[in-house]
C-alpha cells in the first residue's frame, strides 16, 4: 500500500529558530513530490521535486528529495510566526493520483 | 482572475439525507479531485476526474459519487450521509500537461453530519 509519512507530527519553535521538517514515501510509482502550506483554509503549495539532490528554495523556505532514500526534507530557517501552519507532503503518481502525508503542525512562538 | 471556489461553505445535515457539494473551477484544467481532511489523516482523496465523462475512485470513496459533465464543475454527493462523513471537504484541479502538477485548493466545506 503507497503511503507518505511526515515526522515530526507537531513541532513548537521560537522565532528565529531553524526548523527540518521530514517526509518520508513508499510510493509505488513515484512520479513527483509536493511541499503544500495549509493555514486556517486551503493548502498552498510550495515545491514541486522531481530529481534527487536539487534544493528548491524559495526566501527562507528549501527542500530537497533523495529518491534513493526515499525522503524529501522541507527546511525554514529563521522562523517567523507566519511560517505556523500544517505543512503537508505529497507524491504524486503517474495519472496525477496524489497521496498526502498527515502533515507537520508547526507553531512558531514570538 | 481564475479560481476554484466550493459551495456551500458549511454545511449541516441529518444521517441518511442526500448532499451534493458544489466544486467550480475557472482555470480550465482538466484534472479535479476531492479530498476529505479529518485530524490525523491529511487529505484523503475521495474520487478524481481526468476529463469530461471520466471519474475514477480514490482510497475513500464509499458513500460518495461524482460525475463530471463538463470542464468547469465537479460535483459531490453523498448517497445517505453518516455521522462518519463529517469532516471538511477539498476540491482542488490541476493541468494534465506542461510538468506543473501542483494542485490549486478550493476553500473547503466543512460538513456536519447530525
Known amino acids: 500500500e503507497d503511503k507518505v509519512v511526515q515526522s515530526p507530527l507537531s513541532l513548537v519553535v521560537h522565532e528565529g529558530d531553524t526548523v527540518t521538517l521530514n517526509c518520508s514515501y513508499e510510493?509505488?510509482?513515484?512520479?513527483?513530490l509536493l511541499w503544500y502550506k495549509q493555514e486556517k483554509k486551503a493548502p498552498t503549495f510550495l515545491f514541486m521535486l522531481t530529481s534527487s539532490g536539487i534544493e528548491k528554495k524559495s526566501g527562507r523556505l528549501s527542500s530537497i528529495l533523495d529518491k534513493k532514500e526515499l525522503f524529501s526534507i522541507l527546511n525554514i530557517t529563521a522562523t517567523q510566526t507566519g511560517d505556523s501552519a500544517v505543512y503537508l507532503c505529497a507524491v504524486l503518481s503517474p495519472g496525477f493520483k496524489t497521496i498526502f502525508g498527515a502533515g507537520t503542525r508547526l507553531f512558531v512562538k514570538a | 482572475d481564475a479560481e476554484i471556489t466550493q459551495s456551500p461553505r458549511h454545511k449541516i445535515t441529518e444521517t441518511g439525507r442526500q448532499v451534493t457539494l458544489a466544486c467550480h473551477q475557472t482555470w480550465n484544467h482538466n484534472n479535479m479531485f476531492w479530498y476529505r481532511q479529518d485530524l490525523g489523516h491529511g487529505l484523503r482523496l475521495i474520487h478524481y476526474?481526468?476529463?469530461?465523462?471520466?471519474?475514477n475512485k480514490g482510497e475513500v470513496s464509499d458513500g460518495y459519487s461524482v460525475s463530471r459533465s463538463n470542464t468547469e464543475d465537479l460535483p459531490l454527493t453523498l448517497e445517505s450521509a453518516a455521522s462518519s462523513q463529517t469532516s471538511v471537504y477539498f476540491c482542488?484541479?490541476?493541468?494534465?500537461?506542461?510538468?506543473?502538477?501542483?494542485?490549486?485548493f478550493g476553500p473547503g466545506t466543512r460538513l456536519t453530519v447530525t
Open positions: 482542488a484541479s490541476s493541468e494534465s500537461a506542461g510538468g506543473t502538477y501542483e494542485q490549486y
Open positions: 510510493v509505488t510509482n513515484f512520479r513527483s
Open positions: 476526474s481526468y476529463g469530461v465523462q471520466d471519474t
